[in-house]
């Protein structure tokens, strides 16, 4: 793995070049939310009709393969890349996401960190960890950490740090299965472990750095100094991936902070719900008032697509979008095919939502190169909190 800053702007908000398999990619650059290493709704024939290379970072948890298959018949195979055929793809392991392996620090000791899962609550041990990792084979995988919420106490926070830290020296220590290193960074809602844990991790030899414990309770308001007291204790020339941050303003508030890879399942929720993304990508102002808004759920970012408005309306999503599911059908479409409850809704919505949110991501690069990213932020929470008062 290599990495490069090409363009800092707005004090800590950078861009940079990734070259994680045979694609070089642009950050601040979105990983795609996986179950078992495809998109929940997207088939592997499809994965061509989304933005290249953007859409080629694959994110998923190792905690998914607990129900089979087993890491050896995995190893066998030759790792993730081979069994799926996925080869010009880059598959980055975390253990959390955001939807089917979730951290549960009630249940977390001094052996392992403790995941609902698929499988129901597992204990998981550094060295089990590891072995799920070599058998997979992924490009860039994370080390394991104690991630707690922000409600808990200055102990327990403390505790999460020390382990998490132990927890990274032995990864490291049994690693056997090649690819990047992450080291893992937590600390609650308190800056002053959040600095402590990033020191300790950047003084090991890892090859960037991924930052746990965020959307587990903190508020949007406490979140800017928790990120910049991580950031600014790590070395500029790694990249940083961070997981919990979905919506656009909490993907702001990460780029704004200096993070490049971001980890969400926010397509995944939006695409369950019926919702379509609809902002436009070059000027948060623009054509805002003639979006409607009345049916339920909907903002100036959004459309519920299950609603009846949408019953007889032949345009597409988004005028002009180039995604495959706006060049060949219409809202009346998916709202029949919702209310049906065909699967292809969920198909079509994550086509259109995925290339949409890789198209904010490119404008978020784009006013960087520029020097305008303070101002590409401030216009976008501003028309997000202006739809909000219309609501």
């Avoid at 609902?116 to 204990?123: D, I, K, V």
């Avoid at 690069?365 to 401030?378: H, W």
Wanted: glycine share 8%; aromatic share 8%; hydrophobic share 40%.
């Amino acid at each position: 793995m290599k990495f490069a800053v090409k363009a800092v702007t707005g004090g800590r908000a950078r861009s940079g070049m990734l070259h994680l398999g045979p694609n070089p990619i642009e950050t601040p650059a979105l990983l795609l939310s996986t179950r078992k290493g495809l998109p929940l709704f997207i088939s592997p024939d499809l994965l061509p009709c989304l933005p290249r290379p953007d859409s080629h970072l694959l994110q998923f948890s190792p905690l998914h393969f607990l129900d089979g298959p087993c890491p050896k018949t995995i190893s066998s195979i030759g790792g993730l890349h081979q069994m799926l055929g996925l080869h010009e793809y880059g598959f980055v392991a975390v253990a959390r996401d955001s939807v089917q392996s979730l951290p549960e620090f009630d249940s977390t000791n001094k052996f392992g960190a403790s995941f609902e899962t698929p499988c129901g609550r597992r204990l998981v041990k550094p060295v089990e960890y590891v072995e799920m990792i070599s058998s997979m084979r992924p490009n860039l995988w994370t080390t394991l950490a104690d991630e707690v919420p922000a409600w808990v106490s200055d102990k327990r926070n403390k505790t999460s740090v020390d382990r998490t830290v132990k927890w990274l020296d032995e990864c490291i220590a049994l690693s056997l299965a090649g690819g990047a290193v992450f080291g893992s960074i937590v600390g609650g809602s308190k800056i002053e472990e959040r600095q402590r844990c990033a020191q300790e991790v950047a003084k090991r030899n890892v090859s960037g750095y991924w930052i746990g414990g965020f959307g587990l309770a903190e508020s949007m308001d406490d979140r800017p100094p928790l990120l910049n007291a991580v950031t600014d204790n790590l070395p500029e020339e790694r990249p940083r991936l961070i997981s919990g941050l979905g919506l656009p303003e909490e993907v702001l508030q990460g780029v704004a902070a200096g993070v490049d890879l971001f980890d969400s399942a926010y397509i995944y929720h939006l695409t369950l719900g019926g919702f379509a993304l609809i902002f436009p990508l070059d000027g948060m102002e623009e054509n805002m008032n003639d979006i409607q808004t009345s049916d339920i759920g909907s903002d100036r970012t959004k459309i519920n697509l299950r609603a009846t408005m949408y019953r007889k309306d032949t345009t597409p999503i988004v005028e002009g979008c180039s995604c495959y599911t706006c060049r060949n059908h219409t809202k009346a479409y998916i709202n029949h095919l919702l209310n049906v409850h065909e699967m292809l809704a969920q198909i079509l919505l994550e086509i259109h939502n995925t290339h949409h949110y890789l198209g904010f991501f490119q404008s978020i690069r784009y006013a960087i190169k520029e020097g305008k990213f303070v101002e590409f932020q401030n216009k976008f929470v501003k028309s997000r909190r202006s739809s909000c008062v219309l609501e």
